[in-house]
């Protein structure tokens, strides 16, 4: 059969997930292939290449938020979805870290959330800002839960003994313990929750006669 880019990007997913991403070689992915690694590069031109396309392949489930709902709730949406993608296959969010795609289905998140944004009020440029701002947050926590979870799984997470490293600093204690009882979804919430009431906030002191970057009276 002759291999096709669909083949070797479905076979580079499924050897992610057995392997991770430390794991995905393309000479491992020849050989899942039963091919040359040369036969690799008719493809995709090197790993960066491939790994670009990957990241593309996730974002390409992200679903569209309904446009008729208020700016906040598509952001809200849109985030979840890119977190769910990402969550969807092992090391997902490091895999899409570090990647520059701009392949349609990335384009179209980055649209949509700069549409909810500039409807929100927050000028262009600054809307642009704060869908990178968004953007790496969602990264930054899901590459923090997957690589939880792999800790987890091999036992060698205790919160218990991070609570207790903080001892001389109460504060600090009382805080990670806390945190570590919530659940990932609510962590996840809490931050796009934060970052929504920053926008709420600029938008409110733009209307209330104060530049929102600069401070300075309109």
Known sequence: ???????????????????GLAGLTMRRLASALDVRPSALYWHFADKRALLDAMAEELVSGVPDPDETLPWDERVAVLARGLRDALLSHRDGARLHAGTFVSGPHTLRLGNALLAALTDAGLPRAQATGTVFGLLHFVLGHTIEEQARDELRAAKQWDPERVVAAA???????????????????ERFADGVGGILDGVRYRVGFRKGGRDAASGAVE
């Open 167 to 185: 001892g001389d600093f109460p504060e600090l204690a009382a805080g990670l313990a806390a945190f570590e009882t919530a659940s990932p979804d």
């Open 1 to 19: 059969m002759r291999l096709r880019r669909s083949n070797v990007l479905e076979g580079a997913m499924r050897l992610l997930e057995e392997e």
